[in-house]
């Protein structure tokens, strides 16, 4: 078993930044890779960001630009970094992990609320 910590959602005004965080723990050999999903009610889950491996990443359309994925190997962590947020980017985050053979693991979710 994986086990998904994440810290730092939180509410901020539009234009703000807020830095988001998943430390994985357990199992953590053969992790494929790891990334960010987001979901509003009524609304399917829908990836944000996923870094593999091998460094390579993969970025919504919609936060490109403004958003920024990283990983540290050493911490077993992912990092979310969110700049210029606006009040469409109000979810639910949730840590996802993937790793060979395609077991995959989600964080208990963190809310991000942006709003005046």
């Known amino acids: 078993q994986v086990q998904l910590v994440e810290s730092g959602g939180g509410l901020v005004q539009p234009g703000g930044s807020l830095r988001l965080s998943c430390a994985a723990s357990g199992r953590v050999f053969s992790i494929r890779a790891m990334g960010w999903y987001r979901q509003v009610p009524g609304k399917q889950r829908e990836l944000v960001a996923q870094?593999?491996?091998?460094?390579?990443?993969n970025v919504a359309d919609s936060v490109k630009g403004r958003f920024t994925i990283s990983r540290d190997d050493a911490k077993n962590t992912v990092y979310l970094q969110m700049n210029s947020l606006t009040p469409e980017d109000t979810a639910v985050y949730y840590c996802?992990?993937?790793?060979?053979?395609?077991?995959?693991?989600w964080g208990q979710g963190t809310q991000v609320t942006v709003s005046i």
């Open positions: 870094i593999s491996i091998s460094g390579s990443t």
């Open positions: 996802h992990v993937v790793k060979y053979g395609e077991l995959e693991y």
